[in-house]
């Protein structure tokens, strides 16, 4: 293909470009006709015979002939995250307004790190960030800034918090110096149902994965702020530093929401940084029925949100808000070629500054996309139906005699276990669940995530997609059955 065919703004680079993604929409609406199937059910070894010809031949083919052969090997063998029996992770079917204007990012590939490179889309990210402020009852002097999602959302809070620590208590620079010799004693609190990422972040941010002090939960798996004084108390006595208090809202397992005003309070009283964990929850703000749930969380110094989970946006896209837009300073750089010093002084904005990325996609495009065309009652009603849902599935659990449901849920995360016989042992009821999802995932027919509560494997549903009816529950849980008889005879199982 010549290079004038490859790019837009000729006659045939724009002629192929309308063709070559009119195929596209119809290559992905052929892979969305089949509502039965959320997955294909190909084993890893299927799928890498799928792949067998040179990813980089000597000479190419048509972009037509690629753009079939990438729907049928990599369309028909994804997980359909718009189908309604798609309910494992919180990996959402992502909203028409969203894959649209994903269209229009992808197109202008604007770069966010300086305003030269994306100067609509700078000022553009900066009214989305001041929405969000407002959305969650920031003050005035918040500020934001957009990211991949929760992993480095949650990365950068716990990096400025760290930071203005060491700064205020040691008199440390660490942007410039590193670590100060106190760092060992430096510690992270959360609960222990919270993401793995505070650990993740912990180690990258030089502490080790030990410096996160877990604090138990309720029984509803809230932190315990009780046992949060207890955990204080311990820490002072050995001479340790706290600096930051991690608050969940919507815990990955349980969707639970953490006490976030009785949080605040302790973040107050021992000069932590508190840091909410919305990635999951934050979609709550918009909804008049369940945002009570996220009371508190305009007292958090920084929040993290994810559009690409409960808003429904296409991957990625996230948020990091800060409570005091000032503690971008921790981590502020001028570099010549992009934000230099007398650009700040004639404000400028480049956000490079604010971000542990350089060059950044407009991802913030797709939230203002989806709230200009849905306003917040429409972004409401779609989290109000799936926290609806999932209340009518834990009913329809609780009412199942070969079904155990684990917890009334508080977002539409429900966990429960398939129990088929009454008196089965709990070892026999881990197997057996196991080899269930096992078989879910060859099967094809619901995708249902697992994990392990009090050590014995349970079943999952995310129920994230809107579209989605009871009748689809009581569906997978038909092929939950199903499968349950196909494995029932399996050795492990049998035993
Ligand atoms: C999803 C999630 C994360 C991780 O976010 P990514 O967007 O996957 O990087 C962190 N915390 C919570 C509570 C989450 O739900």
Not at 48 to 64: C, N, T, Y
Not at 280 to 297: F, K, M, N, P, V
Request: glycine share 6%; aromatic share 6%.
């Amino acid at each position: 293909m010549s290079a004038e065919e490859l790019f837009l703004g000729s006659e045939q680079g724009n002629q192929l470009y309308r063709e070559a993604m009119n195929h596209a929409v119809d290559a992905v609406l052929g892979s969305v006709a089949d509502r039965e199937s959320p997955y294909s059910g190909a084993s890893p070894d299927a799928l890498a015979a799928e792949f067998d010809d040179a990813v980089v031949p000597e000479h190419g083919q048509s972009l037509h002939a690629t753009v079939d052969e990438a729907a049928s090997r990599v369309l028909d063998h994804s997980v359909h995250t718009s189908n309604p029996r798609c309910a494992a992770h919180l990996q959402c079917p992502p909203m028409i307004p969203g894959l649209v204007a994903e269209t229009l990012l992808t197109a202008a590939n604007q770069s966010l790190d300086s305003f030269d490179q994306a100067p609509a889309a700078t000022v553009l990210e900066e009214r989305v960030v001041d929405a969000l402020r407002d959305l969650f009852d920031l003050p005035n002097g918040a500020d934001g800034v957009f990211t991949s999602g929760g992993t480095q959302s949650n990365f950068q809070a716990l990096l400025l918090a760290r930071d203005r620590y060491c700064s205020r208590r040691f008199d440390r620079d660490v942007q410039a110096e590193g670590l100060p010799a106190e760092a060992e004693s430096l510690r992270i609190l959360c609960s222990e149902a919270a993401h793995f990422t505070a650990k993740q972040a912990a180690h990258y941010l030089g502490l080790g994965e030990e410096a996160v002090v877990t604090v138990p939960t309720d029984d509803e798996r809230r932190l315990d702020p009780d046992a949060l004084d207890a955990t204080l108390a311990d820490l002072d006595r050995q001479g340790a530093h706290p600096f930051a208090l991690v608050g969940t809202a919507g815990t990955t397992d349980f969707g639970s929401v953490d006490p976030l005003p009785a949080l605040a309070e302790r973040a107050n009283e021992h000069d932590l940084w508190f840091h909410v964990d919305a990635a999951y929850g934050g979609a709550l703000a918009t909804s008049e029925r369940h945002g009570h749930l996220l009371e508190g969380i305009e007292r958090a110094d920084s929040v993290a949100v994810d559009f690409h989970k409960l808003f429904y946006q296409p991957i990625s896209c996230g948020t990091l808000l800060l409570r005091d837009g000032d503690d971008f300073e921790w981590i502020a750089r001028n570099a010549a070629y992009l934000n230099p010093e007398d650009h700040d002084d004639a404000g400028v904005p480049n956000l490079v500054a604010k971000s542990v990325q350089t060059t950044r996609r407009f991802d913030a495009l797709k939230p203002y996309v989806a709230f200009r065309t849905l306003g917040r009652t429409g972004m409401a009603s779609l989290v109000d139906r799936t926290l609806d849902l999932a209340d009518d599935a834990a009913a329809l659990l609780a009412d199942a005699d070969d079904f155990e449901l684990l917890h009334e849920p508080t977002l539409n995360a429900v966990v429960f276990r398939y129990r088929p016989r009454a008196g089965m042992t709990d070892a026999a009821v881990d197997k057996l669940n196991a080899a269930v999802r096992r078989e879910l995932l060859q099967d094809g027919r619901a995708i249902v995530a697992r994990t392990e509560v009090e050590g014995v494997t349970s079943l999952k549903f995310t129920l994230l997609n809107p579209t989605a009816t009871l009748d689809d529950v009581a569906a997978m849980l038909d092929a939950v059955r199903e499968c349950g008889t196909v494995v029932a005879d399996e050795p492990e199982v049998a035993a």
